[in-house]
């Protein structure tokens, strides 16, 4: 325990620093050019070394639970034993009719406990056909996973990433790396990694997936087939000239309806596209997972990795293994990934959009502690942490029945 206690003054400060709005953004359009620090993962949220490690084994683990017909009594005895060891808890059921409490807001980000979240989510983002539902255990179970359980309980199936959309600068990358040096003590791969960090601009990467979503929905009504639908896709793409248009008709562009469980399922789609919608959420994460190629790269990141394609924007997810950035220093432990959900919230500027994570898996009876939820403005999710180098925005596809996507969210319930 005194391990913890002596963190929790540096995780003070960089919960400061994360929440009044220090931290910068990964967006080149907010960049000052100043080089400001900023917080990893466990500073801001007063995580140990072995808290990380648990967090990361379960982040693996998660997928699991998301098969069809699984359920928190099909998971392996292994995952089960895990589970047990690092503290997860389903939370509590609540009351349907019992309303939440204001969150606590405080520097573009609003923060509640996970039981208040759930009293939310009944209220404004359960709604199937317009009639309010009570949050069932086994989404509370795929909630207390944390940052990915929003996304989870909010989209249905485990995320997957395949239509993640990101911008990189291909011009500012080139120019920076011939203008620059590398910083005293500063690695090459350090160096090269870095410029690459900052030559992704996430504000454009979050407009090319609001955009693409924006197309897909327009070519999901009165869409009654898929046949259908991919013919006005295909019209849309031709209206607005878009390089999509050319992907292979495999692509993960075109498949990704078809891959949506939910589009399959009875009491979803059923097979209609009209009666689903495109939706978005957000991955942060770590660009050197090539466990064959430079340890450099894994500890300092991969410039070369999870580039967008510079005329579509997509971004080739099938390499992402949810690996963590290695260590570079003793001691040094980072978190594998962060996921945001936005939903199809309409708000044109993007500052005002409101973006629902957490801090981690609920292990309210551990070191770990509470799983606590936040809403934060876009700003203070693009700023991401230093476990991270890329940030990519995924549009996956929900039933139009479902309101977990509401056009107009209001931050910390006020």
């Not at 009504?221 to 000239?241: M, Q």
């Not at 579509?312 to 990934?337: C, H, Q, Y």
Request: aromatic fraction near 12%; hydrophobic fraction near 30%.
């Amino acid at each position: 325990m005194n391990q913890r206690q002596s963190f929790f003054t540096f995780a003070a400060l960089g919960a400061v620093l994360c929440t009044t709005g220090f931290m910068p953004s990964a967006s080149a359009a907010d960049s000052s050019g100043a080089e400001e620090w900023k917080a990893s993962y466990a500073e801001t949220h007063g995580l140990t070394a072995e808290d990380v490690k648990n967090i990361n084994a379960l982040n693996e683990r998660a997928p699991s639970l998301s098969r069809p017909g699984k359920s928190p009594a099909d998971l392996s005895p292994s995952a089960s034993a895990f589970s047990r060891a690092s503290g997860r808890e389903t939370p509590p059921a609540e009351p349907l009719d019992r309303m939440p409490d204001a969150y606590r807001a405080y520097g573009g980000r609003a923060t509640t406990v996970v039981n208040n979240y759930i009293r939310k989510w009944q209220q404004v983002y359960s709604h199937r056909d317009g009639r309010k539902q009570q949050m069932t255990e086994e989404q509370r179970e795929e909630l207390s996973y944390g940052c990915v359980g929003i996304t989870w309980v909010n989209s249905g199936p485990y995320p997957t990433n395949r239509l993640a959309f990101a911008f990189f600068d291909e011009s500012k990358y080139q120019t920076d790396l011939k203008n620059s040096r590398p910083r005293p003590n500063e690695t090459q791969a350090e160096f090269e990694g870095r410029i690459a960090k900052d030559s992704f601009d996430e504000r454009k990467g979050f407009k090319r997936a609001r955009d693409v979503a924006s197309i897909m929905n327009k070519a999901l009504n009165n869409a009654h087939d898929e046949e259908a639908y991919l013919g006005n896709l295909k019209r849309e793409l031709v209206n607005k000239n878009d390089a999509l248009l050319y992907e292979d008709s495999h692509s993960n562009f075109y498949s990704a309806l078809r891959n949506t469980p939910s589009f399959k399922a009875r009491d979803g789609g059923n097979y209609d596209p009209s009666k689903m919608k495109a939706v978005i959420y957000s991955k942060h994460f770590w660009s050197g997972q090539d466990w064959w190629g430079s340890s450099e790269k894994r500890k300092y990141g991969d410039p070369d990795a999870f580039r967008p394609d510079q005329d579509t924007g997509l971004v080739d997810m099938s390499k992402d293994r949810n690996i963590s950035r290695s260590p570079a220093k003793p001691g040094e432990r980072w978190v594998n990934f962060d996921y945001g959900w936005f939903g199809a919230q309409t708000e044109a500027d993007a500052d005002k959009t409101i973006w629902t994570h957490a801090n981690h898996y609920h292990a309210p009876n551990s070191d770990v502690g509470p799983m606590r939820v936040y809403e934060s403005k876009f700003r203070n999710w693009s700023a991401g942490y230093s476990d991270f180098d890329r940030g990519t925005y995924v549009i996956t596809f929900i039933p139009k029945s479902w309101n977990t996507a509401p056009a107009k969210v209001e931050q910390g319930w006020r």
